[in-house]
């Protein structure tokens, strides 16, 4: 009311502009902004007209020009004659796949090291210890050294192999092989066949829940989707006259000596540096992993588990059903941060010729000699798949998250 | 217009370097007392450091050259190692004033990257090493072969230009740096090690049994290679252009380290141009008329700088071939000092 009154009265009590709190908080963060503004401004055109007097080349039209340059390992068709772009996507590609296979093995030696830490058996808990303070006490760039220059000499040469798994997988220098799969026409109903039985899965999982909340009958809800998604495609397999065969490696062992060895570009191919790059960061990152599974498990009180106990809850449906969920809420925030790191460390492939997104580009870059642009995509690059990263686990969080009622 | 911005603001640092150096590079380097040279991280005979951390080798001859020049001290100067992918930007940004490091004279190089070639100090060709115990005699029985070799370098392109050409599958494995191209291809990871022959030559030593190793016979490219400065400096790269001829110049006149006090007092003309008796020539290039004595004193001819650091009686032992002089049977060449 008091406000009003000043107000009809002409507002004498109203201090000088230059003493209002609010116009000077005002005014300083518009300085701010045009200062900002100026030096970005400036930056931009100082840049141009650096690049401009240097006679240096600037644009992204270099991407449509040809590469020139050859990739070994390539998710999508890719040679000589493809342009730049197509180059950096493969690379794109590549980083994409080390990124997901190295999350998905950091995971799982991460959880089992991290519980394995926890074990009341003393060996098991010590050697779980032993790892987790070797691996990640040694920078990932000497691992990645290790793995490849290391273990590349204990494997067989280019003209011998190791064979397993019935003589169907073969590994020596040049890379792990094995079979690849050849789609035939009629095929990708089997890919339709694996798309319903996961559906069909979620489907039955949802309603399994209901079930249960309503009459408290559980059903085998695990088997029936693994005998789904396992059955259903090869049931369409045969039922299409099977549609696919399998195109097996060809070893050479006679003729000229340069020519024995694997062909190229028969069979499935694992090249050494994807496998060494691979197994160094998921080994790296699961030690830390280790460390968050272990914490988030001792963060869930143990009166949790008595409790659970006391309501006839055995081992198993203790650990899956009260304490993993509750942990999970402890562990998901920092394991982000884990999968980022993986991610991004997975640049250290230029040490060991993986063609990830920073070796091509750097071949790319070194060819058009357009630093700026290529370092714009790379960061352009790592930031989106970071952000995904991010958005994903965020999401998977809050359906973790404790619901308060 | 707005897909230029980004890297527009991403270079910014790059180029805010740029004009803060705003002098001409001579001025530059008289300020700081040395010039910045950069070189590989290690290529026996070109540019490589002993057990001290001193610097040796043909391309290291090129930089002490143009600081005698410059200083009239050979030892002026200060070795960056780059590695082939850092060496233009190193270049570009002001962070080195000359790239002698190997480098190959192309078309794109010397008109997009702002760049300019000062000649070439050394012409080379790409071949190919393989192990003599794989019975390999020619580059065309390759077919299907794994190749090592380094990202961003020529030798890249050509090897996928070679195979290509000739209907060959292979196999790339392209490393960053040259220790690690030599290891892998040392622990089998490869049939094939490709880079300019004097390369191979020079690599071959690292190796744990060189003499298990042969470079085939092939040459599959020109890799005229030579010192680079940055373009629109031409006070700065007639200076590297001119050293190096003065090098090749020197040789042709018979002026080495040991003689050129004598010739000082040569009656050949040319010889006096050179050495600064007559004519102002250092002037032209903004430095003293001894330029050229200073050069030759210090570091001495091209024929002493390739024979004490590549040639026959090195442990790379490169016979002079077409880096001969014209006059030999080579390509060497330099315009004359008048």
């Given amino acids: ?405 | 217009m707005s897909n230029k911005i980004l890297p527009l603001v991403l270079g910014a640092a790059m180029g805010a370097a740029a004009t803060a150096a705003g002098a001409t590079t001579l001025e530059d380097v008289k300020a700081k007392g040395h010039i910045q040279c950069g070189v590989s991280q290690g290529l026996p005979g070109f540019s490589n450091p002993d057990a001290q951390g001193n610097w040796t080798g043909l391309d290291v001859d090129v930089c002490r050259a143009m600081a005698a020049a410059v200083f009239g001290d050979a030892s002026a100067v200060k070795f960056t190692p780059l590695s082939a992918k850092e060496r233009f930007t190193a270049l570009q940004s002001g962070e080195v004033d000359v790239l002698s490091r190997n480098t190959t004279w192309t078309m794109s190089r010397d008109t997009q990257l702002g760049l300019n070639f000062a000649g070439v100090n050394y012409y080379d060709g790409q071949g190919f090493m393989v192990r003599k115990d794989l019975g390999v005699t020619s580059a065309l029985e390759l077919s299907g072969a794994s190749v090592c070799t380094n990202t961003g370098t020529t030798t890249e392109l050509n090897v996928a230009d070679y195979f290509r050409a000739n209907n060959m599958p292979y196999e790339i494995v392209a490393f960053e740096k040259a220790d690690e191209v030599v290891a892998a291809y040392d622990a089998g990871r490869c049939d094939v090690y490709t880079t300019d022959a004097s390369g191979l030559y020079a690599q071959r030593l690292k190796l744990t049994n060189p003499g298990d190793h042969m470079v085939l016979p092939e040459i599959i490219s020109k890799e005229p290679l030579g010192p680079v400065v940055r373009q629109g400096d031409d006070e700065w790269f007639n200076i590297a252009k001119w050293t190096l001829n003065a090098m090749i110049n020197a040789e042709e006149m018979g002026v080495t380290s040991s003689n050129v006090d004598e010739m000082k007092s040569s009656d050949n003309p040319s010889v006096k141009r050179l050495l600064g008796v007559e004519g102002a020539f250092g002037e032209g290039i903004g430095l003293s008329n001894d330029w050229a004595y200073n050069i030759i004193k210090n570091v001495g001819n091209y024929e002493e700088a390739f024979n004490a650091n590549v040639g026959p009686d090195t442990p790379l032992g490169i016979s002079r071939g077409v880096n001969a002089l014209w006059s030999n049977g080579g390509f060497l060449y330099a315009p004359p000092v008048r």
């Avoid at chain 1, 009003?4 to 004498?12: H, K, T, Y």
């Avoid at chain 1, 009629?186 to 039985?197: E, P, R």
């Avoid at chain 1, 040490?351 to 960061?379: C, H, K, R, Y």
């Fill in chain 1, 1 to 405: 009311m008091s406000v009003m009154e000043q107000d009809s009265a002409g507002a004498p009590a109203r201090a000088s502009l230059l003493n209002d709190p609010k116009v000077r908080g005002i005014f300083y963060q518009v300085v701010l902004i045009a200062v900002l503004i100026f030096v970005g401004y400036n930056i931009v055109l100082n840049t141009a007209a650096n690049l401009e007097r240097q006679n240096i080349a600037s644009g992204w039209g270099f991407l449509e020009n040809t590469a020139g340059f050859g990739i070994i390992q390539s998710l999508v068709p890719y040679s000589e004659t493809s342009s730049y772009g197509q180059a950096l996507f493969v690379g794109f590609l590549n980083t994409l796949l080390v990124a997901i296979v190295g999350i998905f093995f950091a995971t799982i030696i991460g959880f089992v090291v991290g519980i394995a830490r926890l074990s009341n058996n003393w060996v098991i808990s010590r050697l779980a210890y032993c790892y987790v303070e070797l691996v990640r006490n040694v920078p990932l760039l000497l691992q990645i050294f290790f793995w490849y220059f290391a273990v590349l000499r204990a494997v067989p040469g280019k003209r011998e192999k190791w064979s397993f798994f019935f003589d169907s997988f073969h590994l020596n220098i040049a890379g792990l092989r094995g079979p690849k799969p050849i789609w035939e026409d009629g095929s990708y109903l089997i890919a339709v066949a694996l798309l319903i039985a996961i559906v069909a899965s979620f489907v039955i999982s949802r309603w399994a829940h209901k079930r249960q909340d309503a009459t408290g009958q559980q059903f085998p809800v695990f088997w029936t989707a693994l005998g789904l998604i396992i059955g259903l495609p090869l049931i369409t397999y045969f039922v299409t006259g099977m549609p696919m065969h399998l195109e097996h490696p060809v070893f050479v062992d006679t003729g000229p000596r340069i020519r024995q060895g694997f062909e190229l570009n028969v069979g499935f191919n694992l090249i050494p540096e994807f496998l060494a790059l691979t197994a160094a960061l998921a080994i790296y990152t699961a030690a830390f992993i280790a460390e968050i599974v272990r914490a988030g498990i001792q963060a869930v009180s143990h009166g949790q588990t008595e409790a659970s106990h006391a309501l006839g809850l055995r081992q198993g449906p203790t650990l899956r059903l009260v304490i993993i969920p509750q942990a999970m809420r402890v562990i998901i925030p920092p394991l982000t941060s884990q999968y980022l790191n993986l991610t991004k460390n997975s640049s250290l492939a230029v040490a060991i010729a993986f063609p990830d997104l920073v070796s091509v580009g750097g071949t790319v870059l070194n060819q058009t000699g357009q630093a700026i642009e290529i370092i714009g995509i790379w960061m352009a690059i790592y930031l989106t798949l970071s952000l995904v990263t991010s958005a994903f686990m965020n999401w998977y969080n809050q359906r973790m998250a404790l619901v308060e009622r």
